[in-house]
């Protein structure tokens, strides 16, 4: 299977300028040919940090039927890939209900799933409901049994449940899923001139952090590999700066491996083909 994260850096409310700086990026990326998978950050193309439901409500989109999902219908043709991707979603029936959702596609341009995030930021709270769903976990087109997030799903609770809960985690290992995805607006706490000093470089804390969210797929130690992809933003917004970090990686027996993994001010498209050798391994499995 081959997966591509495009990560970038959206500027918030620049819906057009966001969809052709992506479309940029792909053209000048070498996309294979039999691409499976395409994946986008959070809220791609409207940016991230609105404070309220009033900032955000001009960029909000009907479920499955805006600007986002007609441009991943026409990508997921092009490439005759499945594509998923980030964005803010109002419900076209009473009573209007707003979340923070993606929304995933077929290469034929069905569309397959549409989640809404469940465990939600302070700053999704300003403007966002819950999914009703506990995450998604389930058969996904041509991509087979797959666990879906975004953000900050991954970690406890409104940070209030025990750490070693691990909800996402154990949801996507109860469910025996091989494939784990997480769309990301993941915040650091690098100042933007930190940020840009060595910007093809990881923020080794952040992918540090993520790792231990899936620590119960190391504790099982399957001889089934599990790839998680980790498809994160980069950039600043107001005050808030981005990781970047887009990650792919596989745990198997034990044993943790990086494919790849991109800077943390990188405006790039990873490709990776996940029957290829990781090119790090972060924790020797059995």
């Known amino acids: 299977m081959k997966i591509a994260c495009l990560q970038f850096a959206p500027e918030m409310g620049k819906v057009q300028e966001n969809i052709r700086k992506?479309?940029?990026?792909?053209?000048k990326t070498v996309i294979p040919q039999n691409l499976d998978w395409l994946v986008l950050p959070e809220l791609a193309f409207t940016g991230y940090n609105?404070?309220?439901?009033?900032?955000?409500?001009?960029?909000?989109?009907?479920?499955?039927s805006g600007i986002t999902t007609q441009w991943a219908i026409q990508v997921a043709g092009h490439y005759k890939c499945h594509v998923t991707v980030g964005y803010p979603e109002i419900t076209t029936t009473?009573?209007?209900?707003?979340?923070?959702?993606?929304?995933?596609?077929?290469?034929?341009g069905v569309i397959l799933t549409n989640y809404r995030k469940t465990f939600l930021y302070y700053?999704?709270?300003?403007?966002?409901?819950?999914?009703?769903?506990?995450f998604f976990s389930g058969q996904l087109g041509g991509l087979g049994q797959v666990t879906l997030g975004i953000c900050m799903d991954i970690n406890p609770y409104k940070f209030t449940a025990p750490w070693e809960d691990y909800e996402f985690a154990n949801k996507a290992l109860?469910?025996?899923?091989?494939l784990v995805c997480v769309s990301m607006a993941w915040l650091c706490h690098l100042t933007p001139e930190e940020l840009m000093q060595d910007p093809t470089q990881a923020d080794l804390a952040t992918v540090t952090y993520w790792l231990e969210r899936f620590q119960p797929f190391v504790e099982i130690a399957g001889d089934t590999p599990v790839y998680v992809i980790l498809a994160n933003r980069c950039g600043v917004e107001k005050t808030v700066c981005y990781a970047g970090s887009t990650t792919i990686m596989k745990i198997e027996k034990g044993g943790v491996s990086l494919y790849e993994t991109l800077g943390k001010a990188e405006e790039k498209c990873l490709v990776v083909d996940l029957n290829d050798r990781p090119k790090f391994q972060v924790r020797?499995?059995?």
């Open 284 to 286: 020797s499995g059995r």
């Open 50 to 64: 609105f404070q309220s439901l009033k900032e955000i409500s001009p960029y909000l989109e009907p479920t499955t």
């Open 94 to 108: 009473e009573p209007k209900t707003q979340y923070n959702s993606t929304v995933t596609i077929s290469p034929n």
């Open 123 to 134: 700053t999704d709270e300003t403007w966002s409901s819950e999914g009703p769903a506990r």
């Open 174 to 178: 109860v469910d025996g899923s091989p």
């Open 22 to 27: 992506a479309d940029d990026i792909l053209r």
